[in-house]
């Protein structure tokens, strides 16, 4: 089995690093759209032209890339040429046995994530993010480093929460929401807005 990390930018390599950190790691090749080396931290890069020769049922990918809309239309390629989609989570992250984490999906080293949590497909959480529980991260939702997303909080597909960002219990975030770094989210948010600050209030996007 090949695990196919496409895109090898920094959250590439990073999630490059969460496998490495497994006890059985598999062999890794980055997939890129526009490489800019022929190999990334010991690893090739392929276009995803080539991948045809090396693609397959038995290989897996997950897609590593923050921005939510790349994220969507490249699981969704990569799905119609019969690859499977992989989950990558960091044996150094805290996962609540009571929590699930759907298929596609990447968990960073120091994230938590608490009982009764549950992510839909292809999300991420980068390390030191805290996600309470009873949370629910629909698909393509990102939450960056640090970001604390207390219990019974639910964020709309596409969602992203920037670093350091806190939303406070029970509140929702619709779909679409991007969430600037270090706010504060005490109302729920609706969809597609962008809101910053402490308290966070929307700002045209
Ligand atoms: C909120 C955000 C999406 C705005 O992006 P943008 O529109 O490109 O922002 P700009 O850099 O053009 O700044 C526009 C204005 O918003 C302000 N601003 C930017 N981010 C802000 C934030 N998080 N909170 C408060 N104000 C912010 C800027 O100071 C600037 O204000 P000014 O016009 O008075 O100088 C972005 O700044 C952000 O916070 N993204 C999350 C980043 C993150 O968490 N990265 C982690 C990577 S691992």
């Known amino acids: 089995m090949t695990l196919h990390i496409v895109g090898a930018g920094g959250f590439g390599r990073e999630t490059l690093d969460a496998v490495r950190a497994t006890a059985s790691a598999p062999e890794v090749v980055f997939v890129d759209e526009h490489p800019a080396a022929t190999t990334v931290d010991g690893c090739p890069v392929l276009l995803p032209e080539q991948l045809a020769a ?7 990918f ?4 923050a921005d939510a809309d790349a994220r969507r239309r490249l ?3 990569f799905e119609d040429r ?5 989950t ?8 609540s046995p009571g929590a699930r984490i759907g298929r596609g999906c990447v968990v960073l080293g120091q994230a938590f994530i608490s009982t009764g949590t549950v992510t839909g497909a292809h999300v991420q959480v980068n390390y030191q993010a805290s996600i309470g529980h009873d949370t629910v991260l629909e698909d393509f939702v990102t939450i960056l480093p640090g970001a604390n997303i ?3 909080v639910t964020i709309g597909a596409g969602s992203t ?3 350091n960002a806190a939303v406070l219990q029970g509140r929702r975030i619709g ?4 969430v600037g770094a270090a706010a504060l989210v005490t109302r729920d948010v609706a969809v597609g807005q962008l809101v910053v600050g402490v308290p966070a209030r929307a700002r045209e996007p």
Do not use: C, K, Y
């Not at 997950?62 to 890339?65: K, P, R, S």
């Not at 019969?82 to 992989?86: E, F, H, I, K």
């Open 75 to 77: 699981a969704r390629e």
């Open 62 to 65: 997950v897609v590593a890339i």
């Open 150 to 152: 207390a219990g019974n």
């Open 88 to 95: 990558v989570i960091d044996p150094r992250a805290v996962v």
């Open 82 to 86: 019969g690859l499977r989609a992989a």
């Open 175 to 178: 779909p679409s929401v991007m």
């Open 161 to 163: 929460v920037g670093s």
């Open 54 to 60: 090396s693609g397959g049922q038995r290989n897996e």
